[in-house]
């Protein structure tokens, strides 16, 4: 019975050796905490699929513009 | 700066649920979840029945995010809500939080595991390297850093479903209604929507003390 209690002891006084140090990630409460992530227009644009300059917020927002009005088919069709 | 929204036209929604294979398709969702999904009311009532596409409208004020535990939801700058696979916990806040029911939760494995949770991107991927395996396996394809629009809107036969920049969608659906022969302030609103009060019925009560 002794002997139980003193392994039972052990594994306890061991289970200590376990732990791991933890150290809290500075972070404010309520902003993204992930990855950043780029922009579309970042990439370079692929070779068989629409053109825009590389990094040029603008140029890539006025290819997907006709892109969007793509959708539009009274201007897409009738004119 | 473009805000990236979603647009539907019930009128034109002809419940093909051609957005949603689209979409399955293309971002090689799991199986289990639909980030779109049509849903129809009125079902089977002749000229009464309307249909339309639902999926993540990427908020501008977005409740996923305001409730989210661990902030991994961020919003890119054209306007795009998306999250972080790493960091979500899969707790469902999000899902009981979003009045369209966007966040799905893949439940693949046993005893009703609930995993991490899953939603249309705008087909605007995550946050891993643009068009790359890892993004693609996560979030599905980045069509936008392909100058693209999202699948299921290009898909769209009838183009219900109009995708792209909020207010140039919304000057298509405005011409459109426009075209349609409704002009003024019937183009938007309740009447519209719903049609007009049956004749004969009470009007609408005016709220308690007079004012709106």
Known sequence: MRSIALIAAALVALAGCM???????PSR???????????????????AGPQWKQGDRASWEEQIK??????HEHRRIYQ | MARM???????????????????????????????????????????AEKSLSVACMHCSDAPCMAVCPVDCFYRTDDGVVLHDKDLCIGCGYCFYACPFGAPQFPQAGAFGLRGKM???TFCAGGPEADRSDA????????????????????????????????????????????????????????????????KGAAPAAAPAGGKS
């Not at chain 2, 090689?28 to 079902?43: S, Y």
């Open chain 1, 19 to 25: 732990e791991i140090e933890q150290t809290a990630t």
């Open chain 1, 29 to 47: 409460q309520g902003k993204y905490q992930g990855k950043p992530d780029s922009t579309p227009w970042s990439n370079q644009p692929l070779a």
């Open chain 1, 66 to 71: 006709k892109r969007q009005l793509g959708q």
């Open chain 2, 5 to 47: 929204k979603f647009l539907v036209d019930a009128e034109r929604c002809i419940e093909c649920n051609g957005c949603v294979t689209a979409c399955k398709n293309e971002n090689e969702v799991p199986w289990g979840v639909n980030r779109r999904k049509v849903v129809t009311i009125n079902d089977g009532v002749v000229g």
């Open chain 2, 118 to 120: 899953d939603k249309c």
């Open chain 2, 135 to 198: 993004e693609f396996k996560k979030y599905g394809r980045n069509r936008l850093a392909e100058g693209k629009l999202p699948a299921c809107a290009e898909m769209c036969s009838t183009k219900a479903l109009l995708g792209g920049d909020g207010d140039v969608i919304a000057d298509i659906y405005r011409e459109r209604v426009a075209r349609r022969g409704v002009k003024g302030a019937e183009a938007w609103g309740w009447g519209t929507a719903y049609g007009p009060p049956p």
